[in-house]
């Protein structure tokens, strides 16, 4: 008798009320996979998007299990697996679906939990970690003396990038939307914290760097992608990584926004690229998930760092997996400081 799984389902795409806890029996684990029991998976904004019907890779492949991260007990591996037994701490990685109690992972998108993390730890690692190392070194091409400005500071990309920032000695500068959020970004290691609640944004930006910035991570999209183009230094790069600011923060589509801010979006325009030396570069990770090496270098060097005592605890809020509502509900809020993860 196989064993069953609870699993959270979107039919159709909506507000809070579209989640479906779907129970049903979960297929043994086939060639190259392992079964992970999951004890907590890790909430990203990309999943209020997915809820939304407003992510691209998702589209057409709902009814759909959300969630890119998870942490677990290896329950049992198919044929041909290596490397993983039966009662393992492993997280991982996915492309969807770790809304689960129970998944059946390819093994290469797995990872030992080292013995000091706790599941929680392990759900809210892979996704921003990942995200904030492809963009400083692969993307952005991050020299040691570049002075770096990152939006959002305070969410749970944000803080990965400023803790990576501090080990590259860096000098960075967080952005928060909300006064609170301040101790959180200082703490992550930014040298200087800007409170767009209270400060203009670029006054003080201007204040702190007169010249620009080398390298701007901007997830916001409309409201700041503008002013960050203009704040950069000649040879600048600034990395288009999101669009939050699209998003009503009142759990459903508001369709005039997302077309008027569409419309108010920046284009940028080659001549002046070339002319002003800047460059603009965008990315998504979703569609890096067969590029299993690449991922698993990345990993084994943020872990590497980790056992030297190099990366600080990533602040966690967790919600019951039966609040996956009130966890979307938060993260959409723009209050939440770190990662927020769901424990099953
Ligand atoms: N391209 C990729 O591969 C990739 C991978 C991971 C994440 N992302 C993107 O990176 C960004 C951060 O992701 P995350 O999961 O770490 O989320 P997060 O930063 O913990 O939360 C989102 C933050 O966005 C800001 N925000 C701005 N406008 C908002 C709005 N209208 N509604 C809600 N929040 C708003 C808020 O911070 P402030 O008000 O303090 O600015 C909020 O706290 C998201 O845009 C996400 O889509 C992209």
């Known amino acids: 008798m196989p064993d069953s799984r609870l699993r959270i389902i979107i039919r159709k795409p909506g507000g809070y009320g579209v989640f479906r806890f779907d129970e049903k029996p979960i297929d043994d684990p086939r060639q190259g996979e392992t079964q992970v029991e999951v004890k907590a998976c890790g909430i990203n904004f990309a999943d209020i998007a997915v809820r939304l019907g407003l992510y691209a890779a998702a589209k057409g492949a709902y009814p759909l299990c959300p969630g890119l991260e998870f942490a677990g007990i290896v329950r049992q591996t198919g044929s041909k697996t290596e490397g993983f ?5 492993v997280f991982g990685a996915t492309r969807f679906g770790a809304y689960t109690t129970s998944i059946n992972s390819p093994s290469n998108q797995l990872f030992k939990l080292p013995t000091s993390w706790d599941f929680k730890r392990g759900a809210a690692f892979p996704v921003v970690y990942l995200t904030a190392y492809y963009a400083l070194y692969h993307v952005g091409h991050l020299k040691k003396s570049d002075q ?9 990309v944000g803080t990965a990038l400023l803790h990576l920032l501090k080990i590259n000695n860096n000098m960075s500068v967080g952005v928060v939307g909300r006064s609170e959020k301040k101790p959180s970004a200082k703490e992550a290691g930014a040298a200087y914290v800007i409170d767009k609640s209270t400060e203009d944004l670029w006054s003080k930006a201007e204040e ?8 701007i991570l901007d997830a916001n999209g409309v409201s700041t992608l503008k002013g960050s183009y203009h704040h950069l230094r000649p040879a600048g790069r600034l990395l288009i990584y999101g669009f939050a600011s699209m998003f009503s923060r009142s759990g459903r589509k508001n369709r005039l926004k997302l077309v008027r801010d569409y419309l108010r979006t920046p284009r940028f325009n080659p001549f002046d690229l070339t ?4 460059t603009v570069s965008g990315f998504n990770l979703i569609y890096l998930f067969e590029k299993v090496d690449l991922f698993r270098d990345i990993m084994d060097t943020i872990i590497e760092w980790d056992s030297e005592g190099l990366i600080p605890p990533m602040p966690v809020t967790t919600f019951a997996f039966e609040d996956v509502a009130k966890a979307h509900r938060a993260i959409e809020s723009g209050k939440s400081v770190g990662k927020l993860v769901l424990v099953v």
């Open 208 to 215: 702190i760097s007169p010249e620009g910035y080398d390298l």
């Open 85 to 89: 037994n039966p009662g393992d701490r």
């Open 275 to 278: 002319g002003s030396n800047k």
């Open 148 to 156: 770096v400005l990152v939006h959002s500071a305070a969410g749970g």
